[in-house]
C-alpha cells in the first residue's frame, strides 16, 4: 500500500529522481521522460472527463483507463527484471488489458460509421481534449519504444502494445464523443485536402 505523508522530501533537489528499484536516476533520462509522458497522458484524459460524464459506458472506460495508467507508471518506473532478480514481484500491465482496450475499441466503433478522410481534432470539448489525450499518448509510446531500444532490462513488451493500443482507443473515444446523442452528437470534424490553397 502506498503511503503519502509527506509530499516534500527534497531528496530530488539535485535533479534525480528514484525508480521503484530505489535505484536514482537523472529527472531527463529516458526512463523518467516515459512515465512522465505517461502521467501527462493520464492527466490529459483527467481533463476530457470533465466533459464526458453526461457518455456514462464511455467515462466509465476511461476511469478504468486511468487507473491502467497508474499501471503502467509503477511498470516503467520498474526496470524489467524477474521477481527474482528484485525480491519482489513487480506490477506490470498484461495482455487481458491489451485485450479489454481492443473490445472498447470494437463496441464503440460499431456505433460509427466508416471514415472517408481524416479527422481534425474539434467538434465538441470532450472529443476535442480526447485527442490531445491521444497526442500525448503517442509521444509517450515513442520514448517508451526508445526506452526498449535502449537493450535487456528496458521495458515490458505489453506496455508497449497497451500505449499503441491506448492511441487507437482515444481515437476511437473521440470520434464517439462526436457521436454521442448524450454529447450532442456533432459528428467528425473531417480534413479537406488543399480546402484553402
Known sequence: MVT??????????KGTTALATGERLPKHALRIESYGTVDETNSAIGVARLQTGGIL??????????????DLG????????TAAELGYEPLRIVEAQVTRLEQEIDALNGHLQPLRSFVLPG?????????????I??????LVVALAAEGPGGVNEVAIKYLNRLSDF??????????????RGAGD?????????
Open 4 to 13: 503519502l505523508n509527506k509530499i516534500y522530501t527534497r531528496t530530488g533537489d
Open 57 to 70: 459506458a464511455l467515462d466509465a472506460m476511461l476511469a478504468r483507463i486511468q487507473n491502467d495508467l497508474f
Open 74 to 81: 509503477a511498470d516503467l518506473a520498474t526496470p524489467d527484471k
Open 123 to 135: 467538434g465538441t470539448a470532450a472529443a476535442a481534449h480526447l485527442h490531445l489525450a491521444r497526442t
Open 137 to 142: 499518448c503517442r509521444r509517450a509510446e515513442r
Open 170 to 183: 482515444l481515437f476511437v473515444a473521440a470520434r464517439y464523443a462526436n457521436w454521442a446523442p448524450e454529447g
Open 189 to 197: 470534424v473531417l480534413w479537406t485536402p488543399g480546402a484553402h490553397r
